[in-house]
């Protein structure tokens, strides 16, 4: 059967390489096996062939990729490969590109393949290059390969697995199948993109701070703006600037005039500096009025974004706004003894903190059955207390947060705070010493 043409409504398929090779003879053989796939991929009258029935993000994302490099490429689904089969085949077959097998191979790290992440490895440094290629193989092939094979949870799978007829429908679910690949395809060029995008970025953005640097030594920037950096057009660049002693960023708007940004500090969503609390929430005469800045246009209530008609009202906003910001840092110390507040004031640039004690909740009330306990909450309310519990934390900005010792209380805010890439530390102990160890943020 054929498929549909992904970028032009009808969508044609192009499975994988049907090979057995080992995964030693696929790494010796490496970019020239990678080359020959590529190749059976641009060809004229390419074909693949992958399972029917129910479809999955690893099937799908893996048609969508074939697809970006071959749009016309022709698929077909079935419960068996054709034995006189000549086109590539992924997802079934027990193949080079098949993982259901027991030998199926997994990664360094543990994430075992799946069909999308084999394809991936293949044709993905053709499509990004080298290190593109690998860092979107950690963030997006990755944890779709770890659902497909281990059903951990993960929303974008979720939305594609949607896409299957429901139980009782009548016919086939080809149809289903290629719009779902469609919609995935077009997942796949955005991401594309941006990643590309974004190493243009990363590129520009270093220009850019050299140049700062340099005016700033050379004396034709004054040491007050080595926290403001002017920007000629807008370039994404909050992540590098956490990292930097940059606190505002200037660049010209869509909308005419000039746009101020602050910049958030690293690992943290507290801000190096934000405007005036007097400044928050006004516009035009009202903000002209306080801030004394004949241009200046709108101030956000949240104190991120501000505008003004002209680069000299916007470079003196920040001035202003540099001078007068004065703000304590704040440590939260969640069910934690005092003796550890100590060893709080010694984290680096957190030493004039301020430590906020936070009590653990009481324990709910429980079912009983001998030693064993069960929470009485309902699922919702037992969510509802734990958002309010973290909303109980954030609401003093905290640089980080530090959790005592009692599972059944820390567990679900740390998982929350994590998520949220919340500093979360806790005690550990190294040669005889504690000390204070940071988990990793991340979902």
């Not at 796939?37 to 994302?61: C, M, P, R, W, Y």
């Not at 994430?111 to 044709?123: M, N």
């Not at 140049?211 to 807008?234: C, Q, Y």
């Not at 003093?396 to 530390?425: C, D, Q, S, W």
């Amino acid at each position: 059967m054929q498929g549909k043409n992904i970028f032009n409504s009808i969508y044609f398929v192009k499975g994988l390489c049907y090979n057995a090779l080992s995964t030693y003879e696929y790494r010796k053989n490496g970019k020239k096996f990678m080359s020959s796939l590529s190749e059976q991929i641009k060809k004229n009258n390419a074909s693949a062939f992958t399972h029917s029935g129910k479809f999955h993000a690893d099937d799908v994302f893996s048609a969508a990729l074939l697809l970006y490099l071959n749009p016309e490429i022709n698929i077909s689904r079935g419960n068996k490969v054709p034995e006189d089969f000549d086109g590539i085949v992924f997802d079934i077959g027990r193949g080079q590109y098949d993982h259901h097998q027991k030998d199926s191979r997994v990664r360094e790290n543990g994430v075992p393949y799946a069909a999308f992440g084999l394809l991936w490895e293949a044709l993905g440094e053709e499509i990004l290059g080298q290190e593109l290629a690998e860092k979107f193989d950690q963030s997006f092939v990755q944890p779709l390969d770890n659902n497909d094979n281990t059903g951990e949870k993960n929303e974008l799978a979720t939305l594609i697995g949607n896409f299957n007829p429901a139980w009782d429908a009548q016919g086939g679910n080809d149809e289903a199948f290629f719009q779902a690949v469609s919609v995935a395809g077009m997942i796949l060029e955005n991401k594309f993109e941006r990643y590309r995008g974004n190493e243009r970025a990363d590129k520009r953005v270093e220009e850019l701070l050299e140049a700062h640097e340099m005016a700033i030594l050379s004396g034709k920037k004054g040491k007050e703006e080595s926290k403001i950096l002017v920007l000629p057009e807008f370039v994404p660049c909050q992540k590098r600037l956490s990292e930097t002693e940059i606190a505002f960023v200037i660049f010209p708007s869509n909308r005419g005039g000039y746009c101020i940004q602050s910049q958030k500090k690293e690992y943290s969503l507290n801000y190096k500096c934000s405007f005036p609390v007097e400044w928050l929430g006004l516009e035009n005469e009202e903000l002209i009025e306080k801030t004394g800045l004949e241009s200046a246009g709108f101030c956000h209530k949240g104190g991120f974004l501000m505008t003004a008609g002209t680069l000299e009202d916007a470079i003196k906003a920040c001035e202003i706004s540099l001078e007068e910001f004065h703000e304590k840092p704040i440590i939260v110390n969640f069910g934690g003894d005092f003796s550890v507040d100590e060893l709080l004031l010694q984290l680096p640039k957190l030493q004039s903190a301020k430590v906020v004690h936070i009590d653990f909740p009481e324990l709910p009330e429980l079912e009983m059955l001998g030693i064993y306990g069960e929470i009485l909450m309902e699922r919702q309310e037992w969510k509802a207390a734990v958002k309010d519990q973290v909303k109980m934390i954030l609401k003093y900005k905290p640089e980080a947060v530090f959790v005592g010792n009692n599972t059944f209380a820390a567990y679900p805010v740390v998982h929350m705070l994590r998520k949220k890439h919340i500093p979360v530390l806790t005690l550990a102990e190294k040669n005889g010493e504690q000390i204070l160890v940071r988990i990793p943020s991340g979902s």
